[in-house]
């Protein structure tokens, strides 16, 4: 079973995670002038910033062999090789580097809800973490990891009503795996209906060359049967539109890509939830930031906590959710 970490009245828990806010604060950068990130947050050989496509502020980390890209837009992570010539996650060639547009691929943080808002459906899929402007809050390298933490202040919230509701720190450390961790704090004084996901797009060879063993025997509602109760019966097959969110998912999640002889296991915490995704072809061609034979090199599977397994986090309560990937090549 994957555990389930909501705090509640943890003092100890409280005043770190009370730290990081005020630490976040304290250090808000603006992004416009990455010489100035770069002589603060840089750190020679591992940790750099820069512009991407579009000029849109990203940072890269090295650890050996192990590279990592991110765009500080959602916080998102567009690129993690573990060494040289394996891409671990897929990106669409259509994606749209534009502000205020997710980006597809990669791992885009949905936050603080994931798939379209329970009370009110107008609010755009899968919350604003990932159209919003992440802060740097620290870096560090060592000989153990390179490691980037960065805050999604709870004043940013693109409406009034959510304003100073709820906080987001999402930390990553790469050393010999991909580890990262989301941190949501509720800073109202009500209690907050949280869902959330590391959405995260596995690049394979062929989606028909994935076997996913761990979800054998799993309960799930299938999305695409308005959410009927499923039994995963025999093994995961990826020959159409799949879309489905397991119940209780293990901890430990193993894949493997025959065609790259590729196997990439992940550990996840925080998440009552596993949610599998692929396109099939004709949602596919439908996105238009989605590559239209990109479905047939994807995957998302999801660490998440969705649909009646939101997380209702009481005033102060705070809540993680995280993975770490990591790649064996056969
Ligand atoms: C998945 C959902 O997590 O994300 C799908 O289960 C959804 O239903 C997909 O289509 C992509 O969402 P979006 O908003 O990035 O197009």
């Known amino acids: 079973m994957a555990h389930f970490t909501a705090v509640g009245n943890n003092p100890g828990l409280q005043s770190e995670l009370y730290c990081w806010l005020v630490i976040g604060t304290d250090t808000l950068m603006t992004v416009s002038d ?21 000029s849109m502020p990203k940072a890269e980390l090295t650890f050996n062999e192990a590279r990592l890209e991110l765009y ?39 936050w603080p809800w994931f798939g ?9 899929q899968h919350g604003y973490a990932r159209t919003s402007q ?19 202040d709870a004043a940013q919230a693109p409406w009034p009503d959510w304003q100073n509701r709820v ?3 999402f930390e ?37 060359q994935v076997t996913i063993p761990a979800v054998t025997g799993l309960t799930y509602l299938d999305k695409l049967q308005n959410y009927r109760s499923q039994q995963q019966t025999s093994a995961i097959t990826f020959d159409s539109e799949v879309d489905r969110v397991y119940q209780a998912p293990p901890a430990r999640i193993d894949f493997f890509d025959q065609g790259r002889n590729i196997n990439t296991s992940f550990e996840s915490w925080g998440n009552n939830n596993l949610v599998i995704w692929n396109p099939g072809e004709q949602k596919a061609r439908q996105m238009n930031d989605f590559d239209d034979d990109g479905f047939e090199q994807m995957i998302c599977i999801e660490p998440a906590n969705a649909l009646a397994h939101s997380i209702t986090l009481a005033p102060g309560e705070h809540h993680r959710l995280g993975q770490e990937i990591k790649v064996n090549r056969n």
Not at 96 to 102: I, M, R, T, V
Not at 116 to 124: G, R
Not at 173 to 184: A, F, G, H, Q, Y
Request: aromatic share 8%; charged share 15%; proline share 5%.
């Open 34 to 54: 990455i010489a100035s990130v770069n002589e603060r947050f840089g750190i020679d050989g591992t940790v750099h910033f820069g512009e991407g496509i579009n």
């Open 167 to 169: 906080a987001l720190e």
């Open 72 to 110: 500080l837009q959602g916080a998102h992570i567009t690129r993690y090789q573990p060494a040289a010539g394996i891409e671990v996650l897929w990106m669409s060639d259509s994606a749209l580097y534009q502000p205020g547009k997710a980006l597809r691929g990669g791992i885009p943080l949905c």
């Open 116 to 124: 379209a808002h329970a009370d009110t459906p107008d609010l755009p």
């Open 134 to 152: 992440f802060q740097i809050s620290s870096t560090n390298a060592d000989h153990q990891a390179t490691s980037i933490t960065l805050t999604l």
């Open 172 to 208: 990553i450390r790469l050393s010999n795996t991909l580890w990262m961790e989301m941190r949501s704090h509720n800073l109202s004084t009500s209690p907050l209906i949280l869902s959330n996901a590391l959405h995260s797009y596995f690049a394979i060879s062929q989606r028909q």
